[in-house]
């Protein structure tokens, strides 16, 4: 069973880098495409983009000019980068698998609030 | 603007069956890409219900069902039981936004 779990800070001042990780257990990260989900309090998911096990990245035009992501195979983690960040990027922060379209494995979500 | 769109709630007794739309346009459902569907239990990260327009992952009780035609998709639950009080989501991809897009959610209440 492929285990996911997020980890980073859980405050980011505004106007800095919010910066979180994804440790995948269970199953290699090789042959797969890896993705960031996010869901503000109270509200819908958004897909912030995915990153396959190669490095290759498709990212969502609302946040491409602020997204980082980048994965190492030899520890089987990818991580998330997102820079000026303001109040609207309050959200808890998924990493998640990515099969065939859709959104198989789901880490237990990272809640990252944006505030001085 | 939302790309998926979706009733905010639907609810039923319990033994009864519901059913939640999520309508698209001919950029995403309508241009043939899947749908898949999520449950989100409250206070948990969603987990996938169904894949590829209608196929249940192993696990997932055959109440669900799932089905597509044009631009819009349905997920129907059948007997409902209060545990499947939860949050519901569509999800497909869409071409003019070059992305994976998500349905605005429905809140399934059993009464």
């Known amino acids: 069973q492929v285990h996911l779990q997020e980890s980073g800070p859980g405050l980011v001042k505004p106007s800095e880098t919010l910066s979180l990780m994804c440790t995948v257990s269970?199953?290699?990260?090789?042959?797969?495409?890896w993705s960031w989900i996010r869901q503000p309090p109270g509200k819908g998911l958004e897909w912030i983009g995915y990153i396959f096990y190669s490095g290759s990245t498709d990212l969502n035009p609302s946040l491409k000019s602020r997204v980082t992501m980048s994965v190492d195979t030899s520890k089987n983690q990818f991580s998330l980068k997102l820079n000026s960040v303001t109040a609207a990027d309050t959200a808890v922060y998924y990493c998640?698998?990515?099969?065939?379209?859709?959104?198989?494995?789901w880490g237990q979500g990272a809640l990252v609030t944006v505030s001085s | 603007q939302p790309v998926l769109t979706q009733p905010p709630s639907v609810s039923g007794a319990p033994g009864q069956r519901v059913t939640i739309s999520c309508t698209g346009s001919?950029?995403?459902?309508?241009?043939?890409?899947?749908v898949n569907w999520y449950q989100q239990l409250p206070g948990t990260a969603p987990k996938l219900l169904i894949s590829g327009n209608s196929n249940r992952p192993s696990g997932v009780p055959d109440r669900f069902s799932g089905s597509k035609s044009g631009t819009s998709a349905s997920l129907a639950i059948t007997g409902l039981q209060a545990e499947d009080e939860a949050d519901y989501y569509c999800?497909?991809?869409?071409?003019?936004?070059?992305?994976?897009?998500f349905g605005t959610g429905t809140r399934v209440t059993v009464l």
């Open positions: 998640v698998r990515v099969f065939r379209g859709h959104f198989d494995y």
């Open positions: 001919s950029s995403n459902i309508g241009a043939g890409y899947d």
């Open positions: 999800q497909s991809y869409d071409s003019s936004l070059s992305g994976y897009v």
């Open positions: 269970g199953g290699s990260i090789s042959g797969f495409y």
